[in-house]
């Protein structure tokens, strides 16, 4: 199994802000590496794929870097929609995915 | 549009088979692009796969649920299933089913609402 660690698992930050958001593989996933944003009650939705492009629709405050088992998700200039939880997820081992355990990002 | 959507029973007893089945609309789910997987969430807590299959109906499953998964593939219905055996209250949990896309290195791009499936007696 490929685990898949966040950090951290709770951030606060102010509308306005720039906050950043890790995610490290247990082995190297080359760019096959997903991020994804829940809010309540919702199904997840899918932000960034391959490490590092944006999802048809997203918002270009989103954006993601990294490669090989380090990962970061960057959100700038926070806006109130923003908040809610995000979570990475590998599939490098295509048909059997793992996520990352959730960083949810409060309004301080 | 691709549109998925869940169904089943809200309520499953302990130590009986959770149920539950997808409905892909706006297109076949027979196309040679496309897994299609269920992912659950308990309350309160992350994400975790559960399987996935390929329109050629070859599967794979979370090593953790191997033993009690079965997902299975309707293409006459446009439907896919997960069958998950011998539940306790730990199975409680919102069950998605999602499309993992080939063309976007196999990211999850379309998702179903989710269905909250309780185990309880």
């Known amino acids: 199994d490929i685990q898949m660690t966040q950090s951290p698992s709770s951030l606060s930050a102010s509308v306005g802000d720039r906050v950043t958001i890790t995610c490290r593989a247990s082995?190297?996933?080359?760019?096959?590496l997903n991020w994804y944003q829940q809010k309540p009650g919702k199904a997840p939705k899918l932000l960034i794929y391959?490490?590092?492009s944006l999802q048809n629709g997203v918002s270009s405050r989103f954006s993601g870097s990294g490669s090989g088992t380090d990962f970061a998700l960057t959100i700038s200039n926070l806006q109130p929609e923003d908040f809610a939880t995000y979570y990475c997820?590998?599939?490098?081992?295509?048909?059997?995915?793992?996520f990352g355990q959730g960083t949810n990002l409060d309004l301080k | 549009q691709l549109h998925l959507q869940e169904s089943g029973p809200g309520l499953v007893k302990p130590s009986e088979t959770l149920s539950l089945t997808c409905t892909v609309s706006?297109?076949?789910?027979?196309?040679?692009?496309?897994?299609w997987g269920w992912i659950r969430q308990p309350p309160g807590k992350g994400l975790e796969w559960i399987g996935s299959?390929?329109?050629?109906?070859?599967?794979s499953y979370s090593p953790s649920l191997q033993s009690r998964v079965t997902i299975s593939v309707d293409r006459s219905k446009n439907q896919f299933s997960l069958k998950l055996s011998s539940v306790t209250v730990a199975d409680t949990a919102v069950y998605y089913c999602?499309?993992?896309?080939?063309?976007?290195?196999?990211?999850?791009?379309?998702w179903g609402q989710g269905t909250a499936v309780t185990v309880s007696s």
């Open positions: 999602a499309r993992p896309s080939s063309f976007l290195n196999y990211a999850l791009d379309v």
């Open positions: 706006g297109g076949p789910i027979g196309s040679s692009s496309y897994y």
């Open positions: 299959i390929y329109y050629s109906g070859s599967t």
């Open positions: 082995q190297s996933i080359y760019n096959y």
């Open positions: 391959g490490a590092s």
């Open positions: 997820q590998q599939s490098y081992n295509n048909p059997l995915y793992s």
